[in-house]
């Protein structure tokens, strides 16, 4: 039951930081471009590598923890559903090359984002 309420829980503040910092950014570059979402991406991906590297790394927190932050928060917090639905988006509104550099920076980014976090917590061994 434990791992049940710390997902829930972490779910629910993911969820509401992702809507938070994504309308904030969004609300500063009212473009059309999702850097909202983009962002998000970005920093949860940053912060998972962060996570997994102290999770695998040393033994600090309980597996409610990890359920939490990871599983619950950040799982709420990253959208890739969403990320995938603005592509989309962008595609289907003729603008192929927006879509594509959308999808190169949040895609390459993030993965490059994460190898950063897992290695910087990975230096700290």
Excluded: C, D
């Amino acid at each position: 039951m434990l791992s049940i309420v710390s997902i829930g829980f972490g779910g629910a503040l993911g969820a509401i930081s992702r809507f938070l910092l994504s309308t904030l950014v969004n609300n500063s570059h009212n473009t059309g471009f999702p850097y909202g979402t983009m962002a998000v991406n970005l920093i949860g991906s940053l912060l998972i590598g962060i996570l997994w590297g102290i999770f695998e790394h040393f033994n600090i927190l309980p597996v409610a923890a990890r359920l939490f932050l990871i599983t619950g928060f950040l799982g709420a917090f990253t959208t890739f559903s969403t990320f995938s639905l603005e592509i989309h988006g962008l595609i289907t509104k003729t603008q192929l090359h927006l879509g594509l550099i959308y999808a190169l920076i949040s895609l390459v980014g993030g993965l490059m984002l994460v190898f950063v976090g897992f290695s910087a917590v990975t230096a700290l061994k």
